[in-house]
C-alpha cells in the first residue's frame, strides 16, 4: 500500500501491514512518545478516529490498514480501543505497537482506551477512561503529567473529578445511539450543551477540551459542532466505511468548514495548504537551489526537515541535468559571481523548456544596477512562477517597472534589507499589478505578507518579530515556497503556504521559547507578550518547529486572508 523513503529511515508495506525500519540517528526522533516532540498545547482533537476492530475487519482490512487510511484522509488524533473477547493481552499489546508506529510516522497522537498497562509498555501518547475505569487521579499518577489524559463525564460531579486529574480532554457520553453503542442511553444536542455549561462555569486554569462520540456523522456533526466541543469522536462513519479516505476527507472538510465560520473559499484555500504539505512529506520533491553561500547550509537543512530533498549547486555544466531531475527550482541572487550568472540562466532556460515551476528571490534589487539588470533580464526571458521580496525590493521593482518615483521613495534599500514603510493598500496594489505585469504570483513580506496573482489575494498575518533578527530567514522562506511548488500546481496556494509555513513556526517557536525563558503560558501562538530572544536559541528552536510542525498544526493554526477579484 505505501513505500516511502525516509531521510534516515524507510517506511514500507509488507504482507498488508505497515512496518518501520529505522536507523538509530531517525531513532532519535522517531523511537520516542510523540509528546516529547509536540506540546500537548497544540494537539487537534478535531477529528477523533477509535478503532473498532470487527468493523474493520469486516471490510476485509487489518486495523493497521484502517488507520493509516484514515491519518491519509485527515484524522487528527487516535484511539485504540479494543473491546473483543478474542484477543489476548499479548495480541492486544503488538496491534497498540504497530499502531503506534504508524501514528508517529504521521506525528499523530495515539490514546489508548481503558488499558493503562498497554499505554505504559508502548509509551503511547495518552490515554482515555471511562467511569467504570480506573479513577482518572490514579490514572494520572500512573502516566504522569506529560501525557494526555481523556475521561468520560456525564455531570458536575464527573467532572469535577476530572479537573482535579489534570485531565487534558473529556468525552461525553453517547450524543445518540451508534452501531458501537446501540443500547446506551443518549444525552441529545442537550446533553452535550449541558456538558459545555458546566465545563464553562468552571474557572480553569488550562483549556480542557471537549470531545463529542456517539452516533456522528455527516449528516449530524455540524450540529454537534455548534455546541461549540472542540472535536467529534467517530468509529463506524470512517472505521466501517469501504472507503475510508473519502469518508475522512467528507468529514475533515464539514469540521474544516465549521472552523471558518462557513466560508468555504477560505476553507478550500486552507485546505489546500495542508493538502501541498502532506504532499511535500509523502513525495519528498528534489528542490535545486542556486542560492547565496551565507545561507546554503541552513536553507538546506529546513528543506530536509519539512521533508524535501536539496540540491545546492551553481556549476553550470550542471545546470541542464539537475534542473532535468529536480521537482522545482529556487533562483536566489544574493551572492553574485559570474558563475552563478551563468548557471541563472542556464537554471532558468531548462526549468521553461521543461515547464518546472521557478521561484525567484531578487535579493537587494535596485541596491545595484547589475542586480537590477540581472532581475529584469530573468523576469524578460523566462516562466517564473514567483517572485519574492521584501518591502523595499518589491517597491524597487514596481518603481522600475512602472516608472513610479514615489514608491521608490517610500523604501529605502539598505544593502539587501531594507527599512521604511508603506500602507497596506499600497501593497496591495503594488503586488496585485506586478503580478499582472509578468504574469505570476508575487510576494511582498514584512509584518503582514501580501501574495496575489492578480486576481487573487492571500493575506499572511502571522508575525514573529525575532525573524527579522535572523540572517537569511528569506532566503529560507524562498525555499520552502520551492518545495510547495513542486507538489501544487497553484503558484498561488504554493507561494502563500510556503510564506506561512515559516512565519508560523516561527511564531510557535518564539511562543515556546518565551514561555520557558520567562514564565509566561500563552493561551494563543499570536501572544501580545513578545520579548526578544537571544538568536542561537530561537534559530535552534525555529529548526526545531520546521521538523516537529504537524500537517494537521499547520492547517490548526493558519491565520490568513483570503480574497478574490480585490
Same mark, same amino acid.
Given at each position: ?6 531521510q ?12 518501520i525500519k ?15 516532540l509536540?506540546? =500537548? ?6 477529528l ?6 470487527l ?11 484502517t ?18 473477547n ?8 503488538q496491534?497498540a505497537k ?7 510516522? @504521521? ?12 499505554a505504559l ?47 487534558d @480532554? ?13 443500547d446506551?442511553?443518549?444525552?441529545g ?5 449541558h456538558?459545555m455549561?458546566?465545563k ?5 486554569i ?10 456522528l456523522?455527516?449528516e449530524n456533526?455540524?450540529q ?11 468509529v ?5 466505511q ?9 468529514l ?5 468548514l465549521?472552523k ?23 513525495k519528498?520533491? /528534489?528542490?535545486?537551489?542556486i542560492?547565496?553561500?551565507v ?13 524535501a530533498?536539496?540540491?545546492?549547486s551553481?556549476?553550470?555544466k ?5 534542473v ?7 533562483i ?7 558563475i552563478s550568472?551563468?548557471a ?5 532556460k531548462?526549468a ?5 515551476p521557478?521561484v ?15 532581475i ?5 526571458? @523566462?516562466n517564473i ?11 524597487? /521593482? ?7 518615483s ?10 539587501v ?10 501593497? =496591495? ?7 499582472k ?6 510576494c511582498v513580506?514584512g509584518e503582514v505578507?501580501l501574495?496575489?496573482?492578480?486576481k ?9 518579530p ?8 528569506g ?42 525563558l ?19 536559541t ?7 518547529q ?8 499547520? @492547517? ?11
Open positions: 500500500m505505501l513505500k516511502r523513503s525516509l534516515s529511515g524507510i517506511i514500507k508495506q509488507t504482507s498488508s501491514i505497515l512496518t529505522t536507523t538509530s540517528k531517525w531513532k532519535r526522533n522517531f523511537g520516542c512518545s510523540l509528546l516529547n509536540v506540546n =500537548k498545547e497544540l494537539i487537534d482533537y478535531s477523533y478516529v477509535v478503532t473498532d476492530t468493523q474493520s475487519n469486516q471490510q476485509n482490512r487489518t486495523i493497521e490498514e488507520i493509516q487510511l484514515a491519518i491519509e484522509g485527515g484524522a487528527s488524533i487516535v484511539q485504540y480501543r479494543e473491546k473483543s478474542n484477543l489476548s493481552n499479548r495480541e492486544i499489546y496491534t504497530r499502531l503506534k508506529e504508524i501514528t508517529q510516522f @504521521y506525528q499523530i497522537p495515539l490514546i489508548i482506551n481503558d488499558r493503562v498497562d498497554i509498555a508502548i509509551d503511547a501518547d495518552g490515554v482515555h477512561v471511562g467511569q467504570s475505569d480506573l479513577p482518572p487521579k490514579d490514572v494520572r499518577k500512573l502516566i504522569g503529567q506529560d501525557k494526555i489524559l481523556g475521561v468520560t463525564v456525564g455531570n458536575e460531579e464527573e467532572l469535577n473529578e476530572a479537573i482535579m486529574a489534570n485531565a @480532554y473529556i468525552g461525553t457520553n453517547a450524543i445518540f445511539s451508534s452501531v458501537t453503542k446501540k446506551t442511553d443518549t444525552i444536542l442537550k446533553g452535550v450543551q456538558i455549561e458546566l464553562n462555569s468552571k474557572k480553569l488550562s483549556d480542557l477540551k471537549v470531545v463529542g462520540i456517539g452516533g456523522k455527516k456533526v455540524k454537534v459542532l455548534n455546541c461549540g466541543i472542540d472535536g467529534v469522536a467517530v463506524n462513519s470512517i472505521i466501517g469501504k472507503d475510508v479516505i473519502s469518508a475522512t476527507k467528507e475533515r472538510h464539514l469540521i474544516d465549521h471558518n465560520n462557513n466560508d468555504i473559499n477560505l476553507t478550500r484555500v486552507k485546505e489546500n495548504f495542508r493538502e501541498s504539505l502532506r504532499q511535500i512529506k509523502k519528498r520533491p /528534489l528542490i535545486h537551489n542560492t547565496n553561500y545561507v546554503a547550509n541552513q536553507s538546506a537543512n529546513a528543506l530536509l526537515s519539512i521533508g530533498s536539496p540540491i545546492m551553481l556549476h553550470p550542471e545546470m541542464e541535468n539537475l532535468n531531475i529536480s521537482n522545482a527550482l529556487l536566489n541572487i544574493g551572492t553574485l559571481n559570474d550568472i551563468e541563472n540562466h542556464l537554471a532558468a531548462t521553461t523548456k521543461l515547464g518546472k521557478i525567484l528571490d531578487p535579493v537587494g534589487f535596485g541596491a545595484t544596477d547589475e542586480r537590477t539588470r540581472i529584469l533580464d530573468l523576469l524578460s526571458n @523566462y512562477s514567483i517572485i519574492k521580496g521584501n518591502l523595499g525590493e518589491i517597491c524597487k /521593482l514596481y518603481s522600475v517597472t512602472f516608472n513610479d514615489q514608491s521608490n521613495e517610500r523604501v529605502q534599500i539598505k544593502g534589507d531594507s527599512e521604511g514603510e508603506v500602507n497596506l493598500l499600497l501593497k =496591495k496594489r503594488m503586488v496585485k499589478e506586478l503580478a505585469k509578468y504574469n505570476c504570483v508575487v513580506t505578507d501574495i496575489s496573482d492578480g487573487r489575494m492571500i493575506q499572511v498575518n502571522h508575525n514573529e525575532n525573524l527579522r533578527n535572523l540572517t537569511g530567514i532566503c529560507i522562506t524562498g525555499s520552502i515556497q520551492a518545495s510547495f511548488s513542486a507538489v501544487c500546481d497553484d503558484p498561488l496556494i504554493s507561494a502563500s503556504a510556503g510564506i506561512a509555513y515559516v512565519a508560523l513556526c516561527g511564531e510557535l517557536a518564539g511562543s515556546r521559547l518565551r514561555k520557558k520567562f514564565g509566561k503560558t500563552e493561551g494563543t501562538v499570536n501572544s501580545i507578550f513578545k520579548p526578544a530572544l537571544p538568536n542561537e530561537f534559530r535552534e528552536k525555529l529548526f526545531d520546521f521538523g516537529n510542525l504537524t500537517v494537521q498544526q499547520f @492547517y490548526q493554526f493558519l491565520d490568513i486572508e483570503y480574497s478574490e477579484e480585490f
